[in-house]
Each structure stands twice: as C-alpha cells, then as structure tokens.
C-alpha cells in the first residue's frame, strides 16, 4: 500500500471578525487528514472523474424532470453518501418521476411501495409460502421476495401505515438485510430508501418517532415549481413529443463515487465546527471546561437536539456537497449548505417555539448565523467568512 499522503495545500480566506468590521486574514492548511492510501494525484483525478458521472446523471436527469435543482441534488447527494431520504412535500411534484428516473439513469432497479393503514410488515420484505413438489408430492417452504428488495425503493406516504409496519421497512434500513424465518437475506447493494410524508392531511396517520426520523441523512422540503417552470411542465406533458432518460451509469460506478466522497479529506478546525453546530442543538450542553454554552434559542425553544448520527451525516454530507461542488477538500461553507436538511428532523421543538411560531429550521438558521467558525477568533456569521 502507497504511504499515506497529506494534503498541505494552504488556503487563505479574507473574512471580517467580531463586530469591529476589521478584516483578519483566515489561513489553515490540510495537514490534518484521512488516511486514504492514494496519492493527491490519484484522489484529485478520482474526485473529477465523480464529478463528471454526477453531471451526467443531472443532464439526464433534467431531459425528463422540469426544475427542483436543489431537490435533485439533495437527493443525489444522500445517494452518493450511501444514506436514506424522507421528502416532506404536497402530492403532484414528481417525486415518484423524479426517483423513478434516477434509478433508470444509474440503471438500477426501483420499487413503489404505497403505504396504507392495512400493509403488513409481509408485504414489504416479502414472506415464505409452501410449495408443493408435483413429482414426489413434498411441500417446502420458499420465500418470496418483497419490493424492499430492489436498488432504489419508493416508500410512498410513510405516515399512513401502523408503526409495526414502518419499523420493518426502517429495520431493513438499518441493517441492510431481512429475516424471515430465521434465514437472513442481504438486500440490494446500493440500497438507497425514499420515505416521502404529506404534509397536508394528518389524519388518519401514524407520525414516524423522532428515533426513526434519526435514521434518514436528510429532511427534504419540495416545494411548487415557479410560474415559467410549470409552463415548461404543462407544454412538456401535453404534447406528442416523448419526453425519456437513458442509463448513463451503472451500479458500480455509483460506488465508485460513493468511494470517492468519502476520499475527500475535511480539515480539523472544519470538522470540530461542524460538531460545535450539532452540540449547540442539545439543550444543557455544556464545553470543556464544564460550562453551559446552550444558545438562547435552544434553552428557549428546544426540546431535544441532534445526537452522534447528526455529527457524522453533517460531515458526510459535507464532502458530498465538496464534491459537488468541486472541491477536493471540505469548506466551511459546505457544512453551512448542508445544515438545514441534516438537522431539521433531528431537532424537536418545545411548546413554546410552537406558540411563537418558531420552527427547527430558524433554529438552525440561528446558529448558523451566531456559532463561531473558530472559537479563539470568534469569527462569525459563517457567511461573511467564505470569499
């Protein structure tokens, strides 16, 4: 194996400190780093080539789709990260065109479940039925494969079905596998679960605890498309003309992406501030030197915050957007673009927000604005610091 390489590639960042408006000249370098087994060289061309096959993928993608760049990307970027997704979103956006389309691209094979108040746990991973040997008259047992086992499944209305249900659907998340009958069977690898929730009509529904929203990487908002994107939609879907994607990649080369994102080194000072984001969630959070340093907002509003998987999904979901964007290494700003759909679910609000109106998302858009970049400068808002 080639010696582990260090990437000292030193990057200068102007930004404006404290409330004085005095410039400061930001400079860290990436001495501190993953070991990785490949040399700068390799790396960089590896992150280029994802990069490329991630483009294609959108191109293809937007053949079919009109708009909801944002969506598509946060849902490439869960995908890539080897994550699941819930998507919180009004009916008639294409969210199953949308999935249905990507799995045509990356042709992997994709399955619908429409989740109702009477599905069984059965129906989803599937069960075992006796079959009758003609010949010799012996009957056995054969298992049935359910939808679960397919490269990208379509959890469709997730809240409508009974928690017995939704756990086994979110065990099969979790571990990758099903058991029946005391045999396991391995799931599809990638595996890659869209769990969409309507939030327009609550009753009737079965709301998915806030441990179980834990194991989705991120919260998606879809929202309508805008006047001269659903004018592009109403001419595309009323004429003859057909409207289709094709494969451009293919199930190894989405691991091999996946492999590449977690390639992509994040300095030390960048990911303690992506921890300090996370902990300013928890209310009674105290630092090192066993102090309380809970936020107003959090002590005012919050309930319970992001716990270790939010940590580890924030700076996941940071090398993705790193190489989305470019980046052969992860920026502040990338943990900022990615903060909203990581923390969102993860953090649960008191009746007090609810009566002020305040929401997980101004939550995270608060500390966002007043946690430090670097704690012994007291640099901050974040978004003054990126040039």
């Given at each position: 194996m080639a010696p582990?390489q260090?990437?000292?590639k030193?990057?200068?960042?102007?930004?404006?400190?404290g409330s004085?408006?005095?410039l400061?000249l930001?400079?860290y370098?990436?001495?501190?780093?993953e070991s990785t087994g490949?040399?700068?060289?390799?790396?960089?061309?590896?992150i280029?080539?994802?990069l490329q096959a991630?483009?294609?993928?959108?191109s293809?993608?937007?053949?079919v789709?009109?708009g909801q760049?944002?969506v598509l990307d946060e849902?490439?970027?869960?995908?890539?990260?080897g994550g699941?997704?819930?998507?919180e979103?009004?009916?008639g956006?294409a969210k199953t065109?949308?999935?249905?389309t990507?799995?045509?691209?990356?042709?992997l094979q994709f399955?619908?479940?429409q989740?109702?108040?009477d599905?069984?746990?059965?129906?989803i991973?599937g069960?075992?039925?006796?079959?009758?040997?003609?010949s010799s008259?012996?009957r056995?047992?054969?298992?049935v494969?359910?939808p679960?086992f397919?490269?990208?499944?379509?959890?469709?209305e997730?809240?409508?079905?009974?928690?017995?249900?939704?756990?086994?659907l979110?065990?099969?998340?979790?571990?990758r596998?099903?058991?029946v009958?005391g045999v396991?069977h391995r799931?599809?690898?990638?595996f890659?679960v869209l769990?969409?929730q309507?939030p327009?009509?609550?009753?009737?529904?079965?709301?998915?605890?806030?441990a179980q929203?834990?194991r989705?990487m991120?919260?998606i908002?879809i929202?309508?498309?805008s006047?001269?994107q659903?004018?592009?939609?109403?001419s595309?879907t009323?004429?003859q003309?057909?409207?289709?994607?094709?494969p451009?990649l293919?199930?190894?080369?989405?691991?091999?992406?996946?492999?590449?994102v977690?390639?992509?080194?994040i300095?030390d000072?960048v990911a303690?501030?992506?921890?300090?984001l996370?902990?300013?969630t928890?209310a009674g959070?105290?630092?090192?030197a066993?102090?309380e340093?809970?936020?107003?907002?959090?002590?005012d509003y919050v309930?319970?915050?992001?716990g270790p998987?939010a940590s580890q999904?924030?700076v996941l979901?940071?090398?993705?957007?790193?190489l989305?964007?470019?980046?052969?290494?992860?920026?502040?700003?990338?943990?900022?673009?990615?903060?909203?759909?990581?923390?969102?679910?993860?953090?649960?609000?008191?009746?007090?927000?609810?009566?002020?109106g305040v929401?997980s998302?101004v939550v995270?858009?608060t500390?966002?604005?007043t946690?430090?970049?670097d704690?012994?400068?007291?640099q901050r808002?974040?978004?003054?610091?990126i040039?």
């Open positions: 582990t260090c990437w000292a030193p990057r200068q960042i102007v930004s404006t400190s004085s408006g005095t400061e930001y400079t370098s990436m001495n501190e780093t490949m040399s700068e060289h390799e790396i960089t061309n590896e280029a080539w994802a991630v483009e294609r993928v959108r293809e993608v937007h053949k789709i009109v760049e944002q849902i490439l970027l869960t995908m890539v990260c699941h997704a819930v998507v979103g009004v009916p956006l065109l949308l999935i249905s990507l799995a045509k691209c990356l042709s399955s619908r479940i989740f109702t108040p599905l069984m746990p059965s129906d991973t069960t075992e039925v006796i079959e009758e040997d003609r008259g012996m056995s047992l054969r298992f494969r359910g679960i397919a490269n990208i499944v379509l959890a469709d997730i809240n409508r079905t009974p928690p017995k249900t939704q756990a086994a979110l065990e099969s998340m979790q571990e596998q099903v058991t009958g396991t799931l599809a690898n990638p890659f769990a969409t309507n327009i009509e609550q009753e009737g529904t079965y709301s998915l605890p806030e929203l834990d989705f991120l919260n908002r929202g309508y498309p006047e001269q659903e004018l592009e939609i109403v595309r009323t004429g003309e057909k409207f289709d994607a094709a451009v293919d199930a190894m080369d989405l691991m091999r992406v996946q492999a590449a977690r390639r992509i080194p300095a000072h303690r501030y992506a921890l300090r996370v902990r300013a928890r959070e105290r630092d090192g066993g102090n340093s809970t936020p107003k907002i959090v002590k309930s319970w915050g992001g998987r999904f924030l979901a940071a090398k993705a957007k790193a989305f964007s470019g980046e052969i290494h992860v920026l502040p700003k990338h943990i900022q673009e990615v903060a909203l759909p990581v923390l969102r679910h993860r953090i649960v609000t008191n009746f007090n927000a609810e009566a002020d929401n998302d995270v858009q500390l966002l604005n946690i430090p970049l704690t012994t400068t007291n808002p974040l978004g003054t610091l040039k």
